[in-house]
């Protein structure tokens, strides 16, 4: 019969008290016995509405609901084990639904994140949004914000007043992550469904289930039950080793998405110029294929200064190939590489605030 774990760890404690553990030095012995409780991280919370925010007019309504409707204090108050994780306050810096998360609140949201993550008495921030465009906030967060403390992104599918609901438990691991050292200079973190994932690969990749979000190079690890537990670590440039910064930035320039697909015409991306749209990310087919069609529209485009850069409506894993179905060399085009066209709208628009010169755009979509 296995001893219980408390009585192992005070024999320990005991065993090391009195150096019966070889090795055990006197002041490990002191340490051991005498170690104070570990401190609690200070985790601040910022609002921005969703799901996590939202209230369906029964139990039964898991996807008919109105979002963006339940105030900081209250999401905080729902869930009181959070004090046991960390330290947390609440502020409310927006109450939307994120499908209409625009460019200004997105620069408003990530220098709110700046200006806390400098300050001493912050060791983590959570940020509850909607599920639809969190991505989107997470992968601009890891571009802009400088820091390597913990910034965890988090929403729910369900609204707290459903059966199930999944948003007091994503908000617990959310906090919980944002509290462990660990967590540590990985760039910006999502955290549903008991996974950690990356805030540059995630995708929303279901639109009414609670496994909703996948990364298509896999989750970064888990956190279960307050603990996080890692299995790997991102690859590409993210935070302080970013060359953008959110503290020198106030505006985006204008980019806009052009979908692809068969009968595609060249009418949207020329409308999307004409509207002001300083570069156009074509959602293409396949690896990133662009219509016969449409291929002389975006040529026209580039020659007037228009960046394009070729993504694909294809999720799931893959990248697309420069010079691969179109010659982006003799175009003078960007191949997006594995983002998908909404993050890819977002490092094209931060491309711009740097230069114009489409090689130096392609080496950020290579290495961001
Ligand atoms: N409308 C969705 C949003 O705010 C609700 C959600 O899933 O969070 O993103």
């Not at 502020?91 to 625009?102: D, G, K, L, P, Y």
């Not at 921030?125 to 820091?147: N, Q």
Request: proline share 5%; with cysteine.
């Amino acid at each position: 019969m296995r001893t219980p774990l408390n009585k192992l760890l005070s024999a320990m404690g005991c065993a090391l008290a009195i150096g019966l553990v070889p090795g055990a030095s006197a002041q490990a012995q002191t340490a051991t016995t005498t170690a104070a409780p570990a401190k609690k991280a200070n985790v601040v919370i910022l609002a921005t509405g969703g799901t996590i925010a939202g209230a369906g007019a029964s139990a039964a309504n898991s996807a008919t609901y109105q979002a963006a409707k339940v105030p900081v204090d209250k999401l905080l108050a729902s869930v009181p084990e959070l004090s046991n994780v960390a330290n947390v306050r609440g502020e409310q810096v927006f109450q939307i639904a994120s499908e209409s998360f625009t460019n200004d609140n997105l620069v408003k949201l990530a220098k709110r994140v700046s200006a806390l993550a400098k300050q001493a008495d912050v060791d983590g921030i959570v940020i509850t949004h909607g599920t639809d465009t969190l991505e989107e906030t997470a992968y601009f967060l890891t571009l802009t914000v400088h820091t390597r403390k913990p910034i965890v992104v988090v929403g729910s599918m369900r609204p707290g007043t459903a059966l199930s609901a999944d948003g007091t438990l994503n908000l617990y691991e959310a906090v919980a992550t944002a509290a462990s050292p660990n967590s540590a200079g990985k760039g910006v973190l999502v955290t549903m469904n008991d996974e950690i994932l990356s805030g540059r690969d995630v995708t929303k990749a279901a639109n009414i289930r609670p496994d909703a979000f996948k990364s298509p190079w896999g989750a970064l690890g888990m956190v279960v039950e307050g603990q996080t537990h890692w299995f790997r670590a991102p690859v590409k440039r993210h935070t302080v080793n970013s060359e953008f910064d959110i503290d020198q930035i106030d505006t985006l320039p204008a980019v806009e998405i052009a979908y692809g697909y068969g009968n595609a015409s060249p009418t949207a991306p020329q409308a999307l110029v004409a509207a002001g749209a300083k570069a156009i990310v074509h959602a293409g087919t396949g690896n990133g294929s662009v219509s016969g069609a449409v291929v002389p529209a975006l040529r026209e485009l580039r020659a007037k200064d228009v960046h394009i850069v070729r993504s694909s409506r294809v999720v799931g894993g893959g990248f697309v190939i420069r010079n691969a179905e179109q010659p982006d060399d003799q175009y003078d085009w960007v191949a997006a590489h594995d983002l998908n066209p909404q993050k890819a709208r977002l490092l094209t628009a931060l491309a711009l605030t740097k230069t114009h010169d489409a090689k130096t755009i392609q080496r950020f979509f290579l290495e961001y």
